[in-house]
C-alpha cells in the first residue's frame, strides 16, 4: 500500500476544521504529530498500519497544515487539543479509538487517554515519556535551566521572537533543526547543546549546516517547508505559550496515572528521552498499563522516520496484544 491510497478530509471541531488523513479499515488508530512537523510525519505508518487490518488517521494538529489556526493564544491550550481529537473520533463514525503520539503528539496522547478514557482506550507514546502534572509550574522550571543560556522552551514562548528567526528561511531552519535532533547528523558529544540558545543568540547558531539526515530527502523537506510557508509559525509556537495554562487546566489530574494499555518507544540519542529518564523508571506508576517500553539504540528523535520499519513492527505487533 502508498499515500497515494490515502483520503483526505476537513472535520468539523472547536477551532474550527481540523485535516485529517485516512488510510485502511478496522480499528481506529489516531496519529497525532509533533513539532515543527504535520501529518506528513506519519507516512511510513498509514500504509504499515492499513495493511496490518486498521484505520490508520493522521491528523494536523490545530495550528498546522490545512487544520484551522484561531487567533486566540490561548486556543492551543491541551484541553482544547484533547476535544479536537475526540471531535475527530466522533466525525469518522467512531466511538473509540487507539492514540499513538510523537513528540508534543505523545503528550497530547497521554492526555487524551488521561481526560477521555471513555474515547482513548489505548496511548502509544514516541520520544516523549509520559510525565504526570505537577510539581512547580513549567515556566519557572525552563526558566531556571542552562544558567546564563536559555532553553529552547522558554526561548519559543515568547511571542514572535522565534518567527523572527525562522520565518525568514523556513526551509533553511527545519533542516538544521531536523539535522540537529537526528542520530546520523546531530552535533558531536562535547559541542554546544542545540537545545540552548546563547545570550543575544538563536537556535539556528547551533544548528548543522547543509545536511540532511538519511530520512529527510529534499522532496519530503519541500513538504515540511511548503505547509510552514503557507501558514507560519505561529500556530504551532502557540502550543509551548500554553504550558502554564496547561498546568492549571489539569490540576485536578495532579499525579494521575495514565491506565489504559500503552507503550513508549524512546531513541536511545534523544534528550526527550535521556533527559526524561526518571519520567520513564516511574512507569509502573505512571503508566500502570504498560505493556512494552523500546529503547532504539542510535536513534535519535525523529524516531517514526528514522527508524520506520522498526517503529511499524513495534506499533503493529503492540495493536495486535491489545483486548479487543
Keep these: 500500500m502508498s499515500l497515494e491510497k490515502v483520503t483526505h478530509r476537513l472535520v468539523l471541531s472547536s477551532a474550527g476544521r481540523i485535516h485529517v488523513v485516512e488510510q485502511g479499515n478496522g480499528p481506529l488508530v489516531l496519529l497525532v504529530h509533533g513539532f515543527p512537523e504535520s501529518w506528513y510525519s506519519w507516512r511510513h505508518q498509514l500504509p504499515a498500519l492499513a495493511a496490518a487490518g486498521y484505520r490508520a488517521v493522521a491528523v494536523d494538529v490545530r495550528g498546522y497544515g490545512r487544520s484551522s489556526k484561531p487567533a486566540d493564544v490561548a486556543a ?103 539535522a540537529a535532533l537526528s542520530a546520523d547528523t546531530m552535533p558531536p558529544q562535547g559541542a554546544p547543546d542545540p537545545h540552548f540558545v546563547s545570550p543575544g543568540g538563536t537556535l539556528r547558531d547551533r544548528f548543522p549546516a547543509d545536511r540532511l539526515p538519511r530520512w529527510l530527502s529534499e522532496d519530503d523537506l519541500d513538504v515540511y517547508a511548503g505547509e510552514f510557508e503557507r501558514t507560519g509559525m505561529t500556530g504551532a509556537l502557540n502550543r509551548y505559550r500554553n504550558m502554564d495554562r496547561d498546568w492549571e487546566d489539569l490540576a485536578a489530574f495532579d499525579g494521575a496515572p495514565v491506565t489504559q494499555p500503552s507503550l513508549f518507544i524512546g531513541g536511545g540519542l534523544d534528550a526527550s528521552t535521556t533527559w526524561m529518564a526518571d519520567a520513564v523508571e516511574a512507569y509502573p506508576a505512571t503508566l500502570p498499563g504498560l505493556l512494552a517500553t523500546h529503547l532504539l539504540d542510535g536513534c535519535g528523535h525523529w524516531i517514526q522516520q528514522e527508524r520506520s520499519e522498526e517503529v511499524n513492527e513495534i506499533l503493529t505487533g503492540w495493536l495486535a496484544s491489545l483486548p479487543t
Excluded at 479536537?84 to 492514540?99: H, P, Y
Excluded at 515556566?139 to 515568547?158: D, I, P, R
Design 76 to 178: 492551543y491550550r491541551m484541553l482544547e487539543l484533547v476535544e479536537d481529537n475526540v471531535a475527530v473520533v466522533r466525525a469518522l463514525g467512531e466511538r473509540t479509538a487507539m492514540i499513538v503520539g510523537h513528540d508534543w503528539g505523545a503528550t497530547i496522547a497521554a492526555d487524551s487517554a488521561l481526560v477521555r478514557p471513555d474515547v482513548f482506550r489505548a496511548a502509544g507514546l514516541l520520544s516523549v515519556p509520559y510525565a504526570p502534572r505537577g510539581g512547580p509550574r513549567p515556566s519557572e522550571v525552563f526558566a531556571k535551566m542552562g544558567g546564563e543560556e536559555e532553553f529552547y522552551v522558554s526561548y519559543f514562548q515568547a511571542p514572535g521572537r522565534p518567527e523572527a528567526e525562522i520565518e525568514p528561511d523556513v526551509r533553511g531552519w527545519l533542516a538544521g533543526f531536523y
